[in-house]
């Protein structure tokens, strides 16, 4: 298994055509066909260590963050992304997430890797996050 030392610059871009799960609904006034924006933050994690959190942008589905993250990584494996809905009652909502390996970026050949990386939501994959 291949492990990754050294120094992780990430870039989150922007995301596309984000959709409220069912939980986030659960407060939503008014008929549940209409149209839900989300406040969607994404959360940074290197394997199960919080590395960083984007901003929250407010009432979009396809939000654009452009947030850099720098960090140290000893011995890592992997990278995750979740976003989540801000929410304004209790937990914040889980809407999708993906995970990166770093063996898949190492073998990549190149010490920049630039690509989309798609996110899992209600069972099915979509393209979200821009990572670079």
Not at 9 to 34: D, F, Y
Not at 47 to 53: E, I, M
Not at 92 to 121: M, P, R, Y
Request: glycine share 6%; aromatic share 10%; net charge negative.
């Amino acid at each position: 298994m291949v492990v990754f030392n050294g120094q992780l610059k990430i870039k989150i871009c922007e995301a596309l055509e984000l959709k409220p799960t069912a939980w986030s609904l659960r407060h939503a006034v008014g008929p549940k066909n209409q149209s839900f924006l989300l406040d969607p933050y994404i959360a940074l994690n290197v394997d199960n260590c919080r590395v960083g959190q984007t901003t929250t942008k407010q009432k979009t589905n396809s939000p654009t963050w452009n947030d850099e993250f720098t960090t140290e990584v000893h011995d890592g494996h992997k990278i995750e992304l979740s976003v989540f809905h801000d929410a304004p009652i209790g937990y914040d909502d889980f809407v999708a997430n993906c995970t990166i390996q770093f063996e898949d970026i190492l073998n990549n050949g190149s010490k920049h890797f630039e690509d989309w990386a798609f996110l899992l939501s209600h069972g099915r994959r979509r393209s979200y996050p821009d990572v670079m």
